[in-house]
T-cell receptor, first 118, second 116 residues
Framework: AQKVTQAQTEISVVEKEDVTLDCVYE???????LFWYKQPPSGELVFLIR??????QNEISGRYSWNFQKSTSSFNFTITASQVVDSAVYFC???????????????FGKGTMLLVSP | GAGVSQSPRYKVAKRGQDVALRCDPI?????LFWYQQALGQGPEFLTY????????KSGLPSDRFFAERPEGSVSTLKIQRTQQEDSAVYLC??????????????FGPGTRLTVL
């Protein structure tokens, strides 16, 4: 069975601070993808980043960066110079192989609420 | 529209009523997923369609839940004899192609169901 754990329930920072959201996952699949989604108060899940299990190279995209470490099954997400508009719930998700291996579903963590104050 | 749309956005039902939730995926998207998101939790998988075929309904919590996608486009999630524990946000997602684990899912705004 797959599992995603986001130990941080809520994080509060002041604008311009850097913030890292933690994610630990469990899977028996050898091929999988990890995602981060943002859910603002409007409720819609917004795709942020995706990383496959074969590529542990960490990247930076604008103010977002991520640290994928297969050895510790972690996929942490960092926002640099946070802004008030970053306030939202952030979900880490893991793709898995469906029962017929012809599709994948997403297993989500419980989310981390990020509050950025001015 | 360009994105996934869902209707209604909010639904209040009395316990025991039947409800129907609609999802309009992005045009041309083959795969369609339904998720249930309880308050303070992450979304949990309910069911999956590939075109009109329902390939996986393992996440449906009971036989009161039924989903269909008869023409491979619009999908409806129906809940019969609603119970208070059914209160949640129901999210629909679509993706362009079938299979493959990297396939990005585009989510709709969800329908918030409250059962009194």
């Amino acid at each position: 069975a797959q599992k995603v754990t986001q130990a941080q329930t809520e994080i509060s920072v002041v604008e311009k601070e850097d913030v890292t959201l933690d994610c630990v996952y469990e899977t028996r699949d050898t091929t999988y993808y990890l995602f981060w989604y943002k859910q603002p108060p409007s409720g819609e899940l917004v795709f942020l980043i995706r990383r496959n299990s074969f590529d542990e190279q960490n990247e930076i995209s604008g103010r977002y960066s991520w640290n994928f470490q297969k050895s510790t099954s972690s996929f942490n997400f960092t926002i640099t110079a946070s802004q008030v508009v970053d306030s939202a719930v952030y979900f880490c998700a893991l793709s898995g192989t469906g029962k017929n291996s012809g599709y994948s579903t997403l297993t989500f963590g419980k989310g981390t609420m990020l509050l950025v104050s001015p | 529209g360009a994105g996934v749309s869902q209707s209604p956005r909010y639904k209040v039902a009395k316990r025991g009523q039947d409800v129907a939730l609609r999802c309009d995926p992005i045009s041309g998207h083959v795969s369609l997923f339904w998720y249930q998101q309880a308050l303070g939790q992450g979304p949990e998988f309910l069911t999956y369609f590939q075109n009109e075929a329902q390939l996986d309904k393992s996440g449906l919590p009971s036989d009161r839940f039924f989903a269909e996608r008869p023409e491979g486009s619009v999908s409806t999630l129906k809940i019969q004899r609603t119970q208070q524990e059914d209160s949640a946000v129901y999210l629909c997602a679509s993706s362009l192609v079938r299979g493959v684990t990297y396939n990005e899912q585009f989510f709709g705004p969800g329908t918030r169901l409250t059962v009194l």
